[in-house]
């Protein structure tokens, strides 16, 4: 036998004396809730856009039975998505360090031979890649998207939403195999006699609590500069990293987070000028075209309500004033039965140009085709002459440069 | 004679079944647009985080504990590792916003800056590893307190 194994097939190869079930189940049963909120978070995400209402809202339309949970969007609470998103999101960054201790604490299984001792082990094995492959997909997809880098292979809804079902479907199977084992380690039920421990450890250079300790560090180092982009505030400035830490843009009452800029959405001036821009709305009886003069002459109401991105971050509550959504559409003929409608934008191009929203939301009070926000006139940035702004709603259903609103069936 | 493949638990036949099934039910969506992509991504994402990435930082981390154990000072190991590992993790998880690679878009987008992130990382680096020679030079100074004087 030779002292030096030079094969990762070899179990004396591995040499770290954390390796065995105890780290591996710890590790295990943190991500076995970790991963359950990311995945149902991510599945409230989903709802929150409305797929099933219109065409315009759903980015995966071939989606089929797993659409089967989705529900009409409430309007309240009114940080109802700022919360799940915010959680969506800075839990998977948090995740991370976990993620990865856990991958390394079972790499030697990578090269157990023989490749399958039956068929459940072989199956079971591909079944791993899926896990592995499926489960930093949808990390990676999703940290590059929060970061607007667009290097993935496709849109980033399908490839998340799809990717998340392929990993949590093999997730599901990883969790009924191995959690009950994982639990009587942690109790301290089963003894270390398992594949992951190495048969010729090298001397330690930190226990495995220790180790355990350093994983939770960085955990929470990951979370203490991630989350102030969620809360908002004064916990902006502590999320030195997160993509909408540290600062807001400008000053003075626009100056709060923008998702996209005017500039980057191609509005122009000439295109929002008070000659130039009306908006068309349409409805059961009547099509009525408003400059921005008129639209000051009808009811004006207020509503404090944040901003809340699909990227994770979200602003405290802006005190937003405009027209109601249901004075619209009572306009148009639908006095005291607001429907559905669908909104578009001056945009020429973005996935949300075009954007419906359901009739609960339209019936809400607070539901604002809003001019003006925290005193002042909406800048360029934050969708001058006027945007929707909805309660709960993800931040791209809340409109901006709204040229054309149609009430009515969609 | 060779041994007779087996076929193993049917509790995990069956359960592996329908794991397979639900994960081709969204896998053939997945894959419907740029499937070579997709599955690069998928299979790439396994492969270069088992085969480089996993690697690479063990043989840092060896590297280092080799280093400080020929030095005598094995024992030091985790005022390297620790701010090493806590620094590594940001970098890993915003190298676009670090490196810049996105900076343009960002700025366009969102109106901020994409200049600061390089610089904050550096920072939070450098306070990591100073706060970790703080500690250890702590423990230097006592143990030498604590230590009976030579014999001349």
């Known amino acids: 036998m030779r002292d030096h194994p030079r094969l990762p097939t070899s179990p004396g190869f591995w040499r770290s004396p954390l390796r065995g079930p105890w780290f591996t189940s710890v590790l295990g049963l ?9 995945f149902v978070t991510g599945l409230v995400s989903y709802a929150a856009y409305n797929p099933g209402l219109a065409r315009v809202n759903d980015q995966t339309p071939d989606k089929g039975v797993l659409g089967f949970y989705l529900f009409a969007w409430p309007t309240d609470p009114v940080w109802l998505y700022r919360l799940t998103q915010g959680v969506h999101v800075t839990l998977g960054i948090t995740l991370v360090p976990v993620l990865l201790a856990k991958l390394w604490s079972v790499v030697p299984r990578l090269f157990t031979l023989p490749p399958a001792r039956s068929l459940a082990h072989a199956l079971e094995r591909i079944s791993l890649v899926l896990l592995v492959g499926g489960g930093l997909f949808e990390f990676t997809t999703g940290i590059l998207n929060v970061q607007l880098d667009y290097v993935f292979p496709g849109s980033f809804y399908p490839l998340h939403f799809y990717g998340a079902w392929v990993f949590f479907a093999a997730f599901l199977a990883h969790a009924a195999l191995k959690t009950p084992a994982a639990v009587r380690t942690v109790r301290g039920r089963r003894q270390e006699s398992d594949d992951l421990v190495p048969p010729r450890p090298a001397a330690p250079t930190v226990s495995r609590r220790g180790a355990l300790g350093l994983v939770g560090g960085g955990s929470l180092l990951l979370f203490l500069t991630t989350v102030g982009q969620s809360l908002g505030g004064p916990f902006r400035r502590t999320a030195l990293l997160a993509p909408h830490g540290t600062a807001d843009p400008g000053g003075g009452p626009n100056g709060f987070q923008i998702n996209k800029t005017a500039a980057y959405a191609g509005i122009t001036a000439a295109d929002t000028h008070e000659d130039a821009w009306r908006l068309v709305v349409t409805g059961r009886t009547t099509t009525v075209r408003l400059s921005r003069a008129q639209l000051l002459r009808l009811p004006q109401h207020s509503a404090s309500l944040p901003i809340a991105c699909v990227e994770g971050w979200s602003t405290a509550d802006q005190w937003w004033r405009g027209v109601r959504l249901r004075d619209l559409a009572a306009l148009v003929g639908y006095d005291g039965d607001p429907p559905d409608v669908l909104v578009e934008s001056l945009q020429r191009h973005g996935a949300f140009r075009r954007a419906a929203l359901r009739a609960n939301q339209v019936a809400d009070g607070r539901s604002l085709l809003a001019l003006y926000v925290n005193g002042e006139e909406l800048s360029p940035d934050h969708g001058h002459p006027a945007r ?14 709204v040229a054309r609103l149609t009430f009515g069936d969609l | 004679m060779p041994p007779r493949p087996r076929l193993g638990s049917p509790f995990q036949l069956l359960l592996l079944a329908c ?10 969506r997945l894959f419907a647009g740029d499937w070579f992509g997709v599955a690069l991504w998928i299979v790439g994402a396994a492969l270069l985080h088992d ?13 280092v504990v080799r280093g400080l154990g020929a030095a005598g000072r094995r024992d030091r190991t985790l005022y390297v590792r620790v701010p090493a590992v806590l620094s590594g993790l940001l970098l890993l998880v915003w190298f676009p916003l670090i490196s810049g690679m996105a900076d343009r878009r960002y700025r366009s987008a969102t109106g901020l800056s994409p200049d600061g992130f390089l610089a904050r990382w550096l920072l939070i680096t450098a306070v990591l590893f100073g706060g970790s020679a703080l500690l250890l030079a702590r423990r230097v100074r006592r143990a030498a307190k604590h230590r009976p004087p030579a014999p001349h």
Do not use: E, H, M, Q
């Open chain 1, 30 to 38: 943190v991500l076995l809730v970790g991963i359950t909120v990311l």
């Open chain 1, 388 to 401: 929707i702004i909805v309660p709960a709603a993800p931040g791209v259903l809340n409109t901006k440069w």
């Open chain 2, 19 to 28: 794991s397979f099934a639900l994960a081709a039910y969204a896998g053939i």
């Open chain 2, 51 to 63: 085969l480089v990435l996993l690697p690479l930082y063990t043989a840092a981390d060896r590297a």
